[in-house]
Nanobody, 121 residues
Framework: QVQLQESGPGLVKPTQTLSLTCTVS??????????WAWIRQPPGKGLEWMGV???????NYSPSLKSRTSISRDTSKNLFSLQLTSVTPDDTALYYC?????????????WGQGTQVTVSS
């Protein structure tokens, strides 16, 4: 069974870059067709899909966040990372990493527990 674990700072100052890492166990991030996603949930709001890195390294981003978002991976460590630049308090959210077997863009089978990120000075 795939397990995902988010890590990173819980507090980021406005205008800085938010950086999170998702370490994967129980499966390889290069497994054919799999997608590895970042999804967030601001307080009192629904889930927001931010983007994915696919098994072959291709990336796809939410149009609303594309200019500020970068997802990368380290296949030697079996992890993938999120960078979100120029953060504001509106980026305060519970951030999740998740995996999909590639059969659907909206169905994610395994999720990390989530990590709270607060943007505040």
């Amino acid at each position: 069974q795939v397990q995902l674990q988010e890590s990173g700072p819980g507090l980021v100052k406005p205008t800085q870059t938010l950086s999170l890492t998702c370490t994967v166990s129980g499966g390889s991030i290069t497994t054919n067709y799999y997608r590895w996603a970042w999804i967030r949930q601001p307080p009192g709001k629904g889930l927001e899909w931010m983007g994915v890195i696919q098994y072959d390294g291709r990336t796809n981003y939410s149009p609303s966040l594309k200019s500020r978002t970068s997802i990368s991976r380290d296949t030697s460590k079996n992890l993938f990372s999120l960078q979100l630049t120029s953060v504001t308090p509106d980026d305060t959210a519970l951030y999740y990493c998740a995996s999909s077997d590639g059969t659907s863009w909206s169905k994610y089978d395994y999720w990390g527990q989530g990590t709270q990120v607060t943007v505040s000075s």
